[in-house]
Every structure is written in structure tokens, then in C-alpha cells.
């Protein structure tokens, strides 16, 4: 069974960065082959796509220039570095896999999901 397991969350001044990791296991195929993406929600918000990687990699515009994902897949993790970090990145952050590369911006086809880390940036 697929497990995603985040890492990395916590409480940051507005202006810091973190890196958030994700690892995986239990894939049935290699991991190169999943589309991986981190999503994160607000309280009393919808969940938000934030970035996600393939062959190439995809920014919400509200992160772009912000943000960078990437991955090792020796290592089967994922991660997010998170930079000038503002009060309104704040949610709880989740990694999200798909066994299709070509899906990596339909997170709504994400068949795996991990339990989420939370992200509170204060002001």
C-alpha cells in the first residue's frame, strides 16, 4: 500500500522559508513514474493546488518565484522549499502522488495523499 508521509511544517515569521519533504513507499511502480504534488487547505477553504512535478514542474501563481518542488527519486521523496514565506501560505500541507505523469496538474485525479503538515506563518 502507498504511504506519503510530510514533513518539515511549522511556525515561521513571515519573510523566513521551510522546506517541507515528503517520502514515499509502498509504490507498485518505480517512483520516477508518479506525478507528485503538494497541495495545501485553509481553514474554511477549499484546497488549493500548489505545485507538482513531472517531467516538469507547475506553480500556482500565488507561489511561482516563491516556491520550487523537486524530487529524488533514489530517495522516493518529494519536496517543497518554501521561501519569503507570507501569512497567507499558512494551511496545512499535503503531498499527493498519481501513477500518470501526464496528470501532474489534475490534483484531483491524485490517487494517494498523505496526512498533511501544518504551516503557520505569523506576521
Known amino acids: 500500500q502507498v504511504q506519503l508521509v510530510e514533513s518539515g511544517g511549522g511556525l515561521v515569521q513571515a519573510g523566513g522559508s521551510l522546506r517541507l519533504s515528503c517520502a514515499a513507499s509502498?509504490?507498485?511502480?518505480?517512483?520516477?513514474?508518479?506525478?507528485m504534488g503538494w497541495i495545501r487547505q485553509a481553514p474554511g477553504k477549499e484546497r488549493e493546488f500548489v505545485a507538482s512535478i513531472s517531467w516538469t514542474t507547475y506553480y500556482s501563481n500565488s507561489v511561482k518565484g516563491r516556491f520550487t518542488i523537486s524530487r529524488d527519486n533514489a530517495k522516493n521523496t518529494v519536496y517543497l522549499q518554501m521561501n519569503s514565506l507570507k501569512p497567507e501560505d499558512t494551511a496545512v500541507y499535503y503531498c499527493?502522488?498519481?501513477?500518470?505523469?501526464?496528470?501532474?496538474?489534475?490534483?484531483?485525479?491524485?490517487?494517494?495523499w498523505g496526512q498533511g503538515t501544518q504551516v503557520t506563518v505569523s506576521s
Open positions: 509502498g509504490t507498485p511502480s518505480p517512483f520516477s513514474m508518479y506525478a
Open positions: 499527493a502522488a498519481v501513477q500518470d505523469l501526464r496528470r501532474a496538474r489534475d490534483y484531483g485525479t491524485y490517487d494517494y
